[in-house]
């Protein structure tokens, strides 16, 4: 496919957003669900769920390495959702109940500030470094953007939504230090929230600078996804990060944006729909990364879903991981 063939001056990577489905194919056990229901129960301890959790990231990224993704994550095997890790760790917070997911049939227990946030130690390394200790591909850390941070908890204590976003992210920039330092060279920075709040887009660019702040080697992605960014404009490529992500499946019109991408910016591109079980044809993957490349002069660019694949059954979320690994070595030769 001669039009889906790439410049020299082009980089093709794959990736992911982060999340990965749970539960196994159908017919087999779902560990780890029995292991926190054992947990209730006073049937399990920690360490059981513990090594169900583990044993689902080994699983996980044996997936997506047998996918060819050359940038992998753990998968998040042991979060409930992108903000709970954070919120039981960091002192300030109390989980409130259940709320829709963004416009999806999945829930997350809202964080309820009470108190100042603090850090009160990592809540994601200790998943990173066993992830990197069974991965043969690097592993990119995930940590959630303090606007979406905000946005989705409710604040009944600083009552003030400035001083919230940033004291979250000084929070946030101890972690994603933390990260570094335990080897993290790719940190992706969750903002889908802010898609929908463009008025915060200075604020963003505030706390983003401190969430970066004590970074000095890692490769920092800003991921937006379940929507349009063109509110947000050019702007968005001034946020502190070296990679933009895009949802091109529920933002269609990002490609405008992406076309405006300015030099030493990379560009991850959310090709597949991870809420949709439909297989896209590798042909089809192919044709819209040629138009990608198309449309900007010299950016390096990532083939990822458009969002964490956790909305999908598992057989369907490889066999989409297996068709972008196809696609992206198709455009590379």
Same mark, same amino acid.
Request: net charge negative; proline share 6%; glycine share 6%.
């Given at each position: 496919?001669?039009?889906?063939?790439?410049?020299?001056?082009?980089?093709?990577?794959?990736?992911?957003?982060?999340?990965?489905?749970?539960?196994?194919?159908?017919?087999?056990?779902?560990?780890?669900?029995?292991?926190?229901?054992?947990?209730?129960?006073?049937?399990?301890?920690? %360490?059981?769920?513990?090594? /169900?959790?583990?044993?689902?990231?080994?699983?996980?990224?044996? =997936?997506? #390495? @047998? &996918? +060819?993704?050359?940038?992998?994550?753990?998968?998040?095997?042991?979060?409930?959702?992108?903000?709970?890790?954070?919120?039981?760790?960091?002192?300030?917070?109390?989980?409130?109940?259940?709320?829709?997911?963004?416009?999806?049939?999945?829930?997350?227990?809202?964080?309820?500030?009470?108190?100042?946030?603090?850090?009160?130690?990592?809540?994601?390394?200790?998943?990173?470094?066993?992830?990197?200790?069974?991965?043969?591909?690097?592993?990119?850390?995930?940590?959630?953007?303090?606007?979406?941070?905000?946005?989705?908890?409710?604040?009944?204590?600083?009552?003030?939504? %400035?001083?919230?976003?940033? /004291?979250?992210?000084?929070?946030?920039?101890?972690?994603?230090? =933390?990260? #570094? @330092? &335990? +080897?993290?060279?790719?940190?992706?920075?969750?903002?889908?929230?802010?898609?929908?709040?463009?008025?915060?887009?200075?604020?963003?660019?505030?706390?983003?600078?401190?969430?970066?702040?004590?970074?000095?080697?890692?490769?920092?992605?800003?991921?937006?996804?379940?929507?349009?960014?063109?509110?947000?404009?050019?702007?968005?490529?001034?946020?502190?990060?070296?990679?933009?992500?895009?949802?091109?499946?529920?933002?269609?019109?990002?490609?405008?944006?992406?076309?405006?991408?300015?030099?030493?910016?990379?560009?991850?591109?959310?090709?597949?729909?991870?809420?949709?079980?439909?297989?896209?044809?590798?042909?089809?993957?192919?044709?819209?990364?040629?138009?990608?490349?198309?449309?900007?002069?010299?950016?390096?660019?990532?083939?990822?879903?458009?969002?964490?694949?956790?909305?999908?059954?598992?057989?369907?979320?490889?066999?989409?991981?297996?068709?972008?690994?196809?696609?992206?070595?198709?455009?590379?030769?």
């Amino acid at each position: 496919m001669p039009e889906a063939c790439l410049r020299e001056e082009f980089q093709i990577q794959t990736t992911v957003v982060g999340s990965y489905p749970k539960p196994p194919d159908e017919g087999r056990p779902f560990v780890l669900r029995k292991t926190l229901h054992a947990l209730d129960r006073g049937d399990a301890g920690p %360490q059981d769920v513990q090594k /169900a959790v583990e044993d689902l990231t080994r699983e996980v990224i044996a =997936e997506q #390495e @047998a &996918a +060819g993704i050359d940038i992998i994550s753990d998968g998040q095997a042991g979060w409930p959702d992108l903000l709970r890790p954070f919120a039981e760790t960091i002192a300030g917070f109390e989980i409130g109940g259940l709320l829709r997911w963004f416009d999806n049939n999945t829930y997350y227990r809202r964080p309820v500030c009470v108190d100042d946030v603090d850090w009160r130690g990592p809540s994601s390394v200790h998943g990173f470094r066993f992830a990197r200790s069974v991965a043969s591909h690097p592993v990119k850390a995930v940590i959630p953007g303090p606007v979406t941070f905000a946005r989705l908890s409710v604040d009944e204590h600083y009552r003030d939504h %400035q001083k919230f976003v940033l /004291a979250l992210a000084r929070v946030l920039a101890q972690e994603a230090f =933390e990260l #570094e @330092a &335990a +080897g993290a060279e790719y940190i992706q920075i969750d903002e889908p929230a802010l898609l929908g709040a463009p008025e915060d887009a200075d604020l963003a660019r505030q706390a983003l600078d401190i969430v970066t702040s004590n970074l000095s080697s890692a490769e920092v992605t800003l991921a937006t996804y379940f929507g349009d960014a063109s509110k947000l404009g050019v702007g968005i490529f001034d946020l502190p990060a070296q990679v933009v992500a895009f949802d091109l499946v529920s933002g269609p019109n990002n490609l405008d944006l992406i076309k405006k991408t300015p030099p030493g910016i990379k560009i991850q591109a959310g090709v597949m729909d991870a809420r949709n079980t439909k297989l896209e044809a590798v042909e089809d993957i192919a044709r819209v990364v040629a138009e990608i490349t198309s449309a900007v002069d010299d950016a390096d660019v990532r083939l990822s879903p458009s969002a964490g694949l956790e909305f999908l059954p598992r057989e369907k979320a490889r066999a989409k991981l297996n068709r972008l690994g196809e696609a992206a070595q198709r455009v590379r030769v």
